[in-house]
């Protein structure tokens, strides 16, 4: 079971404190969920705050009985929290390279791999990209993210 306790998420918007959540309480028996409502809502950061990209302002987020409101999102992910992301490519790239880029820098990544930057770089990662684009959004984040060595299972193909 995954339970929040009085989670609260706020942003330093134009120099003041902008509330996003305030005080949500939330139990949840169900393997997988929707959260529904009307845009600017909160769902997108909730979700996120459930799966550990954000964390919470205040607030606990508990499950199966152990709080797991300091994990990363890694060790989440090993416990069965997921999150499906229905954003476009240069918000995973951003998110990937762990800080704010520019358009311009997401699409260096992207052009790298052999994606043609303005076909992408708005697009919304869904069943509607083929595997080889998908792989190839993912090996754009690894390159956003700096990673020094990756190591890809792939059939045997000849590699120069």
């Given at each position: 079971m995954l339970e929040l306790k009085d989670i609260c998420f706020n942003v330093?918007?134009?120099?003041?404190?902008?509330?996003?959540?305030?005080?949500i309480n939330l139990k949840i028996d169900e393997r997988f969920v929707a959260i529904t409502g009307p845009n600017g809502g909160g769902k997108s950061t909730l979700a996120k705050i459930i799966a550990g990209i954000e964390k919470p302002t205040s607030g606990k987020i508990i499950?199966?009985?152990e709080d797991i409101t300091d994990l990363s999102i890694t060790d989440r992910a090993n416990k069965g929290v997921s999150f499906a992301f229905q954003q476009p490519v240069k918000d995973l790239i951003?998110?990937?390279?762990?800080?704010?880029i520019t358009i311009a820098e997401a699409c260096s990544y992207l052009s790298?791999?052999?994606?043609?930057?303005?076909?992408?770089?708005n697009?919304?990662?869904n069943a509607s990209l083929s595997g080889g684009e998908l792989k190839r959004i993912e090996i754009a984040m690894i390159i956003a993210r700096?990673?020094?060595?990756?190591?890809?299972?792939?059939?045997?193909?000849?590699?120069?």
């Open positions: 330093r918007q134009d120099s003041k404190e902008k509330e996003i959540l305030k005080n499950l199966d009985g951003t998110l990937a390279s762990g800080k704010k790298e791999v052999g994606l043609c930057a303005k076909d992408y770089i697009r919304e990662v700096g990673t020094k060595l990756s190591l890809f299972d792939e059939p045997e193909a000849g590699i120069d």
